[in-house]
Structures are given as structure tokens and as C-alpha cells.
């Protein structure tokens, strides 16, 4: 099993829609939450951060942790094409060594 | 946030022979750098820790003298590939990590924009 597990997709909406995109990881000691924004034959650039567990709001994006359920969720408000990239969560405990998911590719039609 | 270049951004090879990737610090002296390898639609998998003044810091699995990984000062980090071959053909990612400081956030990885290395 991998630590911490997301679905691949691609995940694909129209514009405009409410996104949600999600991880499960399996380390319970995992206590800081993030995720990354990859476009095509780029490196990721962070989105979110958010330590422990609750919610945290920045614009259209909203992200949640539940650390009781090992679950996060990024969502994604009033989408828009550019919007669409590749979404990876991350994890960390302490100390300079994130643990990846696979990436959710998001399609935004317009 | 952290600006992060890396050079070549795209690179052909043919087996057996090494190539080298930098990975460059622009704007701030980044004493821990970090070498990822992507495979195509795969998370990003840590290689190395890289540490300015000493030895890198390999992960369980990455062959260290294969991957040759030299820190030489508080912007540069290099990555050579010896004797690549196609299983190596990947997408090679650095990041940097300016450390906590004010409101930045615990270990916020700022990351290259990749290199993407073709062996033939």
C-alpha cells in the first residue's frame, strides 16, 4: 500500500463547476498538509498549506484535513480552464522530507 | 517566494554516457536542495538531499554513484547521471527550501521548472 494514495483521473469538469480533489494517506504521523499545482513540463509550485488538522481558504481554493480519517481535500471554486494542470498532495512530518501522491489531472472545458 | 532555474530543460542522450543537470538558487542561499525524479503520470519520487558543503543524502533505492549529486556553494547544486541508460529517461526535479522564517510556511519546497532527460 502507498503511503499516501490519490486518484490519477483525469478529472474533467466544465467551467465554472465546484472541484474536489482528494488524497488518503496512511501515516498517522504526518502533520503537514500541502498541495501543488503542476503544469505540463513544469516543476510544482504550492497552492495550499495547512498544519494539522481544519480548514484553510485562499480565494477560490479551499482546503481541508481530516487527520482522524487520514483524508485531505482541496476544493476549487467557480473553475476556470486555467485552472487545468495536474494537482499533487503532499505530506509531511517534520523534517524536510514531503511525501508525494500520484497527481489528479484537472480538465477545465470552457 | 523562492526562484529556482534549472539547466538543461531538456536533454537527449545516448547510453552510457553521463549527463549533467544544475539546479540554481536565484534570489536566496540555499544550504538543502532536493533532487525528485518524476516519472510520466507518477508522483514525484525524493532521490537525494543535497547539503551544501558535504555529502548528499541518498534515499533507499537511488544508487549514489550513479547519481552524483555536488553542492558546491549556496546556489548551485548539481546532478550527473553516469552512464545513463533509457530506464533513466525521466523528468529530474529540484527544490529548495528557504527554511522557516516570519509567516513562510514549514518546509515550503520551491521547485525548478525540471529537466526532462531522454536516454536513447
Known amino acids: 500500500q502507498k503511503e499516501v494514495e490519490q486518484d490519477p483521473g483525469p478529472l474533467s469538469v466544465p467551467e465554472g463547476a465546484i472541484v474536489s480533489l482528494n488524497c488518503t494517506y496512511s501515516n498517522s504521523a504526518f502533520q503537514y498538509f500541502m498541495w501543488y499545482r503542476q503544469y505540463s513540463r513544469k516543476g510544482p509550485e504550492l497552492l495550499m498549506y495547512t498544519y494539522s488538522s481544519g480548514n484553510k481558504e485562499d480565494g477560490r481554493f479551499t482546503a481541508q484535513v481530516d487527520k482522524s480519517s487520514k483524508y485531505i481535500s482541496l476544493f476549487i471554486r467557480d473553475s476556470q480552464p486555467s485552472d487545468s494542470a495536474t494537482y499533487l498532495c503532499a505530506m509531511d512530518e517534520y523534517g524536510n522530507k514531503l511525501v508525494f501522491g500520484a497527481g489528479t489531472i484537472l480538465r477545465v472545458k470552457s | 517566494g523562492a526562484v529556482v532555474s534549472q539547466h538543461p530543460s531538456w536533454v537527449i542522450c545516448k547510453s552510457g554516457t553521463s549527463v549533467k543537470i544544475e539546479c540554481r538558487s536565484l534570489?536566496?542561499?540555499?544550504?538543502?536542495m532536493f533532487w525528485y525524479r518524476q516519472f510520466p503520470k507518477q508522483s514525484l519520487m525524493l532521490m537525494a538531499t543535497?547539503?551544501?558543503?558535504?555529502?548528499?543524502?541518498?534515499e533507499q533505492g537511488v544508487e549514489k554513484d550513479k547519481f552524483l549529486i555536488n553542492h558546491a556553494s549556496l546556489t548551485l547544486s548539481t546532478l550527473t547521471v553516469t552512464s545513463a541508460h533509457p530506464e533513466d529517461s525521466s523528468f529530474y526535479i529540484c527544490?529548495?527550501?528557504?527554511?522557516?522564517?516570519?509567516?513562510?510556511?514549514?518546509?515550503?519546497?520551491?521547485f525548478g521548472p525540471g529537466t526532462r532527460l531522454t536516454v536513447l
Open positions: 534570489d536566496f542561499q540555499a544550504t538543502t
Open positions: 543535497s547539503n551544501e558543503g558535504s555529502k548528499a543524502t541518498y
Open positions: 527544490s529548495v527550501d528557504p527554511g522557516t522564517s516570519g509567516s513562510r510556511a514549514h518546509n515550503e519546497q520551491f
